[in-house]
Nanobody
């Protein structure tokens, strides 16, 4: 099993930046593919970004390409999401998630992920 704890959320003005961190427990972290997903009030949980188990491949939602960067440090059991040029549409609860995925299409599906953190709130003011 993997236990995940997110941090780094907060309130930021439009155009600003935040860096989210996800700390994972467990000796098998490096075998898991990791994702960040977000959920705005009244909306479904949407894919944001993902990274494969060794950091060799990354995937992004079209809405965040060029603004967000996902990375991981397997030695520290950590996944990061650097978010730049934030806008009010990025306001949501951001979740870190883990799974062992076997297809590229699986990365973008919330239902593909087996383990979830508790979420961290990101609010972008206009």
């Amino acid at each position: 099993q993997v236990q995940l704890v997110e941090s780094g959320g907060g309130l930021v003005q439009a155009g600003g930046s935040l860096r989210l961190s996800c700390a994972a427990s467990g000796r098998t972290f490096s075998s898991y593919d990791m994702g960040w997903l977000r959920q705005a009030p009244g909306k479904e949980r949407d894919f944001v970004a993902a990274i494969n188990y060794n950091g060799g491949s990354t995937y992004y939602a079209d809405s965040v390409k060029g603004r967000f960067t996902i990375s991981r440090d397997n030695a520290k059991n950590t996944v990061l999401l650097q978010m730049n040029s934030l806008n009010p549409e990025d306001t949501a609860v951001y979740y870190c998630a883990a799974a062992r995925l076997y297809s590229v299409s699986a990365y973008a599906r919330a239902g593909s992920y087996a383990y979830w953190g508790q979420g961290t709130q990101v609010t972008v003011s206009s």
